[in-house]
Structure formats: C-alpha cells, structure tokens
C-alpha cells in the first residue's frame, strides 16, 4: 500500500473545536425539535432564555462532558448554536 491510510469517515478523526462546534449545533437543535410550541412562545415573548432555562442547563452539562470544561469555556460555540438556532438569528444568549 502507498500513502497514509484514511479513516473510513472524515468525522471521526476531526479537530476538537470541529466537534465542539458540531455537537454545540446538534444539541441545541435537538431543543428545538423536541419543544416547537415553546420555541415558538418565547420567539414571540422575548423569554427563551427563561422558557428553556432548564433545557438550555441540561444540553449544556452535556456539551461539557463531551468536549471539556476548557474547550466549552474558552470558544463561542455554544453560545453562536443557541442564538443562530434557537433564537432565530437573534442576539439573545
């Protein structure tokens, strides 16, 4: 064989802050594809970040289990997924 080998999905050897930034995104997702009504409440009320407090805590401990207190810390990745989609493009997180 000739050449460095390849893992078989690009996805599984990928830089740290490509995963954080992916896991941040699915995450959040996730929130708005299990509570749309809420979603949709505190888009119209200005309350998100109240409506999905608990939610928002609970995705968040997760985020740090998988890719660190520091990394989760230090980059805005969290904070960008919560307001590109939960929030609709608004700076509300």
């Known amino acids: ?3 460095p080998l390849r ?3 690009p996805f599984m050897v990928q830089d740290p802050k490509q995963k954080a930034r ?3 995104r699915a995450l959040v997702s996730d ?4 509570h749309p009504e809420k979603r949709q409440q505190g888009l119209r009320d200005g309350t998100l970040p109240q409506l999905f407090k608990e939610e928002i805590e609970k995705s968040w401990q997760e985020y740090v289990e998988q890719v660190g207190g520091e990394l989760a810390k230090s980059t805005p990745f969290w904070a960008e ?4 989609i939960l929030a609709g493009g608004n700076k509300v997180f």
């Open 81 to 84: 997924a919560l307001n590109e």
């Open 31 to 34: 929130l708005v594809v299990y």
């Open 22 to 24: 992916r896991l941040a």
């Open 7 to 9: 893992p078989v999905n």
């Open 1 to 3: 064989m000739t050449g």
